[in-house]
């Protein structure tokens, strides 16, 4: 198996990567309800269902599709469409009363059959049935169903139905091994087998699969958590200690966080061991990584409501769940998932930043300033907190309030605890006020700390080259932060910059006009452009690009008044060459003066 599948997985878990706020628009749960009174017929209400789901809006088409369908009950498409929608919209009670049963499930497509096995599978463990459960995947895999989602759920629910030797069963690994695609599966099997080995206490066996499986890399990220957790039930805490501790330096994993905090604190009692059931919804939230994986937001989306609908406590889930609501452009949803995660949790503060980053990648900086500011309340120090306030400040042009929000903050705790992107927004804000000499100052500290960060070495470089401070050295950084990310349109528009500072206006234009590609609406890049024209003397074009940065959203009071500067210097040249000349007639036209001979 090839790293990169554990890698992909790891940070589908949210374990190597912390995405950025996605700038998204929804449409909000019942909109279509507000177009009018509920049609009565059948026809009517898939109509409103499929315009509903069209228009982003599950809840509105779950109960328009489920009224559709049981006002036609033999209508197996509609059924299943009710039925699918159902799950996606979180009404796992509700998909249960819809799903297609005996004769209708031959005519399912690929995705309805697995789904009513699925759903139906996890309804049986929810009401402990689980020999129900097992009848259910087993007939999903003998008619030649191969899907991960069952294939993860199936020792579970063998163990929960007393038969351990096949939940525990490996013969099949080899054969699955053969594509990336199963050998992956092997692996996440043999972690599930080392849990089914402690629960049935045979913690030998557990503990020769726990080893096999962790290794350093984005294996440790992925089974270091089961590991850690079954080390400490051994009494192992330094073991123990050591995995969580890996997991905080290589991913700030909140749930490592906070085994830490337990271990180094006086209740350092392990974490409970899952039972099956708790296990059945893990085994979901990890097929909905796999999806997650594989783009396929909608799957991943099924999987996560059933994990939920097994474990409402999962608040891991719970923070994914809002990720794939967000990836299926609903931030509004996406918010309202996160707002669920409890405050006692180790993911509540993960969970209210993505609200804030969500928040402000809607432009909605107030209401993001109300969440920093609550948790703040709670943790004044937070360090975190401290940055996104300042950087919401430096977003609504406040750069002194925001270098006092973080100028207290070092008054407060000192320097030692500072990251580079606390460095970084001091640096911007220094910057946005004119205040190089700081700004340098802190830019060189991010850059100690983390000095392959291309936002960090682009700031450098353009701040000198801006300024005409070393050039040639500036266009170095710029270079270095452009092999790290090529497509930035910034990082390029630097680098023409350079070569405009330098009187190369050609090279200069291939630059900027490939920064304005990558970045159509920043204003300075477009500003960059108009003054490269006007140094080639294309006087009109650069007016043009000028007059299209007062048009663009977002630009600063400052901007505006260097363009309309740029545009009054300009003025009279192009009045002139916009007037029109005289017409030559034969009263206005002169010949030309005759040369005197020469003597």
């Known amino acids: 198996m090839r790293l990169v599948s554990l890698a992909v997985l790891a940070a589908a878990l949210g374990l190597a990567v912390q995405p950025a706020a996605a700038s998204t628009t929804s449409v909000r749960p019942g909109l279509v309800l507000h177009l009018g009174a509920r049609p009565s017929s059948p026809y009517a209400q898939y109509l409103v269902g499929r315009f509903a789901m069209n228009m982003g809006d599950l809840t509105t088409a779950s109960q328009a599709l489920a009224s559709a369908s049981d006002a036609d009950p033999d209508d197996v498409d509609l059924r299943e469409k009710a039925f699918l929608v159902s799950i996606l919209n979180g009404d796992i009670e509700g998909a249960a009363r819809l799903m297609p049963k005996g004769a209708a499930t031959a005519s399912l497509s690929a995705t309805g059959k697995l789904m009513t096995t699925i759903v139906g599978a996890t309804t049986a463990v929810r009401d402990s049935h689980p020999a129900a459960a097992v009848s259910m995947l087993e007939a999903y895999a003998k008619s030649g169903g191969d ?118 604190g006086p209740d350092d009692k392990p974490a409970a061991l899952p039972d099956l059931k708790v296990s059945i ?54 918010e309202a998932a996160w707002a669920e995660v409890p405050a006692a949790s180790p993911y509540a503060a993960e969970a209210g930043l993505r609200r804030i980053w969500s928040l402000r990648g809607r432009g909605e900086n107030d209401t993001a300033l109300g969440l920093i500011e609550d948790g703040l309340k709670t943790n004044p120090n937070d360090l975190t907190l401290t940055v996104e306030k300042a950087d919401v400040l430096h977003d609504q042009g406040k750069d002194e309030a925001a270098l006092k929000v973080i100028n207290d903050r070092i008054a407060a705790k000192g320097e030692s605890d500072m990251t580079w992107q606390a460095w970084f927004i001091t640096a911007i804000a220094y910057d946005s006020i004119d205040d190089w000499d700081k700004a340098e100052a802190a830019i060189q500290k991010a850059k100690t700390l983390n000095p392959q960060r291309p936002e960090i070495l682009n700031f450098l470089g353009y701040g000198w080259i801006d300024r005409g401070l070393h050039i040639k050295e500036g266009m170095d950084l710029v270079r270095q932060a452009m092999s790290l990310s090529p497509h930035s349109g910034a990082i390029v528009d630097s680098l023409g910059w350079g070569y405009y500072k330098l009187g190369d206006y050609d090279q200069a234009l291939g630059y900027i006009e490939q920064a304005v590609q990558l970045e159509p609406s920043d204003a300075e890049v477009n500003e960059h452009l108009g003054d490269v024209y006007k140094a080639l003397g294309r006087t009109a074009e650069a007016r043009y690009e000028w007059q299209r940065v007062l048009g663009l959203q977002n630009v600063t009071p400052k901007t505006v008044a260097a363009i309309k500067a740029k545009l009054d210097a300009t003025a009279e040249v192009a009045r002139a060459a916009e007037a029109p000349k005289p017409e030559t007639t034969a009263f206005n036209d002169k010949a030309p003066a005759k040369a005197k001979p020469s003597e």
């Open 281 to 334: 919804a893990q085994a979901l939230l990890m097929s909905a990584t796999l999806y997650s994986g594989d783009r396929d937001s909608e799957m991943a989306l099924a999987d996560l409501r059933l994990a939920l609908y097994l474990d409402p406590s999962n608040d891991r889930a719970r923070l994914f769940l809002g990720q794939t609501e967000l990836d299926m452009k609903a931030p509004d949803l996406a």
């Open 147 to 264: 899907e991960r989602a069952a294939a993860l759920m199936r020792p579970y629910v063998l163990a929960m139905a007393g038969k351990w030797t096949e939940a525990v069963d490996s013969s099949g690994d080899a054969t699955l091994a053969a594509s990336e695609r199963g050998a992956l599966l092997v692996f996440l099997l043999k972690a599930e087998r080392a849990r089914i080995y402690e629960i049935r206490k045979q913690p030998a066996e557990a503990d020769a699969l726990y080893k096999a499986l962790y290794q350093p890399g984005a294996a440790s990220l992925v089974f270091g958590p089961d590991y850690a957790g079954f080390l400490e039930r051994q009494g192992r805490k330094d073991e123990a200690h050591a995995i969580w501790k890996t997991l905080v330096d290589t991913s700030g994993d909140p749930l490592a966080r906070a085994a830490l905090a337990r271990l180094d």
